[in-house]
């Protein structure tokens, strides 16, 4: 047989071999309602829309994609295919075949379970979600509040957030549903603090050093907005350090008023300074919030809700300056460490803050009083084995110097019971 002949009959037996196996995974697997739509997109040996599969199937080829450095184009051209076909599988409204599968594991060099799984829908889950996340594959940090998931997405503003880290889950097309990647198991020692102390991520490790098993997790929320959320049942505990006026327990009328009705625990954690962080040097010579009206100078407020605007605000009524002859006054920040940034990067001469941050940025630092941080604990999760480790931490020793250690903390009343109600 001449090597034309040997050759033509190769190419039929392939060509026979594919249309078999298309046949068969059409017909096993995916529906053939779909098969019309997709001729003039993508050729008939391409694959098959997702939409009417018996199971759902995940694609990760973005995610991987991205990792390696290749447009839709780029990935497109090196397996062979149309780049629509590349946005529909990523979109996740088709499914290549296996030959194109294969092509894809090889460019982006790696298996195809990567690529492609099978999704259980026992990992399927309905969450609360504490945030505005609308954002189909949005990462999420989950925890168990009262029997039901809440979660909220992985962003800058937990306390931890150098790096990445794990997620528990992945928010679903649905809206409220996501993908658990973590055994819910793991749920029952973990806690989630809001607040804004940063050294909270001391107590973490803290926490963690324990070692029985607790987690906490700490997402940034100013006083206001944290009990907001342990009143709304987004969080174990909230965090607040409203200053004092008169004999007054602040944080405790405070919580009070906005947990209404509910029981807690109100548990200090740490005394702070706080005051104007200001450029290294302070070229204006600032001693004290009545120079910000200085000319000259530049200033960036906190978010109305923060516990140190309020204070900031009292200084203001206290020399008797109007908020329009502060420099920047309705231009704010929503943190302690964006307002050292700003500072640190020139682009103001002041920002409210702690001391111990001024000092991690090398800047200037004005007190203006030392505040009481405490904790606040819903009385039904009090008994939580995780929160009672926490109650334990707060007594240690080790715990106590670390936050003596910081610049401008004290720790004389670092789990002292401030009241109940």
Not at 191 to 210: E, Q, Y
Not at 278 to 294: E, F, R, Y
Request: with cysteine; proline share 3%; hydrophobic share 40%.
């Amino acid at each position: 047989m001449s090597t034309v002949l040997v050759e033509a009959w190769a190419a039929h037996i392939m060509y026979v071999y594919k249309r078999h196996t298309l046949y068969e995974c059409n017909k096993n697997v995916y529906s053939f309602s779909k098969l019309q739509e997709y001729p003039q997109r993508h050729s008939d040996t391409t694959g098959f829309a997702m939409s009417h599969t018996k199971d759902s199937v995940s694609c990760n080829v973005k995610a991987i994609r991205i990792a390696k450095g290749f447009s839709q184009k780029e990935l497109a051209e090196r397996v062979g295919i149309g780049r629509q076909a590349v946005y529909d599988m990523e979109s996740g409204r088709y499914v290549p075949n296996t030959a194109v599968a294969l092509r894809l594991a090889k460019e982006l060099e790696c298996a195809v379970e990567d690529l492609f799984q099978m999704e259980d829908s026992a990992r399927i889950h309905s969450v609360t979600l504490a945030e505005d996340v609308n954002s189909p594959g949005t990462r999420l940090s989950v925890v168990r509040i009262n029997n039901r998931l809440v979660a909220y997405p992985q962003d800058g503003r937990w306390l931890l957030s150098e790096g990445f880290h794990s997620a528990d889950g992945i928010l679903g097309k649905a809206g409220s549903n996501i993908r658990m990647l973590q055994d819910e198991d793991q749920f029952e020692k973990r806690i989630l603090l809001l607040g804004c102390d940063p050294a909270f991520s001391v107590l973490n490790a803290h926490v963690t050093r324990h070692g029985k098993g607790a987690e906490l997790l700490c997402r940034f929320a100013s006083s206001s907005k944290a009990l907001e959320g342990l009143q709304t049942g987004h969080a174990h505990l909230a965090a607040a350090h409203l200053h004092n006026k008169g004999q007054a327990e602040s944080n405790l009328e405070f919580a009070k008023t906005v947990l209404k009705n509910s029981s807690a625990l109100v548990v200090a954690f740490s005394l702070f300074e706080e005051g104007l962080m200001l450029s290294p040097g302070n070229p204006h010579g600032i001693a004290s919030v009545a120079d910000l009206v200085n000319p000259g100078v530049r200033f960036v407020n906190r978010s109305p809700g923060a516990a140190i605007r309020a204070l900031f605000d009292d200084q203001l009524n206290k020399f008797d300056i109007p908020t329009e002859q502060v420099k920047g006054y309705n231009k704010t920040v929503s943190s302690h460490l964006e307002g050292a940034q700003m500072v640190a990067f020139g682009l103001v001469d002041a920002a409210l803050g702690l001391r111990a941050v001024a000092a991690s940025y090398r800047l200037d630092f004005v007190p203006i009083q030392f505040v009481r941080c405490d904790l606040i604990i819903r009385r039904e999760f009090v008994d939580l084995p995780a929160v009672q480790i926490l109650l334990d931490v707060l007594q240690t020793k080790a715990l106590r110097q670390d936050l003596a250690t910081l610049p401008g903390y004290e720790s004389s009343a670092t789990g002292k019971i401030i009241g109940k109600f």
